[in-house]
Nanobody, 121 residues
Framework: QGQLVESGGGLVQAGGSLRLSCVAS????????MGWYRQVPGKQRELVAT???????IYAESAKGRFTISRGKDKNTVYLQMNSLKPEDTAVYYC???????????????WGQGTQVTVSS
């Protein structure tokens, strides 16, 4: 079993920055892709950015040029550096990871509990 724990959300003024962190723990053999998604009430969860174990990244158009996703040296941590934040970035941000179980029984998709990001105008 794996677990994802996020941190770093909060309230920031427009134009400010936040850094989200997510740590994976548990019975992990390896982690393939990790990513960040966000959701606002009444809307579907949407991709913000993903990063593979090899460092390849994909960004939503709204995140390009402002957000940077990266992984820690231990490969079990993923970060999202968010700069030039806008009120429309306000959402609950969720960490996601595709984890190969320690018992090598398969690849499982995990979600964190979410962290609130609020950008005031």
């Amino acid at each position: 079993q794996g677990q994802l724990v996020e941190s770093g959300g909060g309230l920031v003024q427009a134009g400010g920055s936040l850094r989200l962190s997510c740590v994976a723990s548990g019975s992990i053999f390896s982690i393939n892709a990790m990513g960040w998604y966000r959701q606002v009430p009444g809307k579907q969860r949407e991709l913000v950015a993903t990063i593979t174990s090899g460092g390849n990244t994909i960004y939503a158009e709204s995140a390009k040029g402002r957000f940077t996703i990266s992984r820690g040296k231990d490969k079990n941590t993923v970060y999202l550096q968010m700069n030039s934040l806008k009120p429309e970035d306000t959402a609950v941000y969720y960490c996601n990871a595709h984890i190969v179980s320690g018992a090598l029984t398969g690849v499982f998709n995990y979600w964190g509990q979410g962290t609130q990001v609020t950008v005031s105008s």
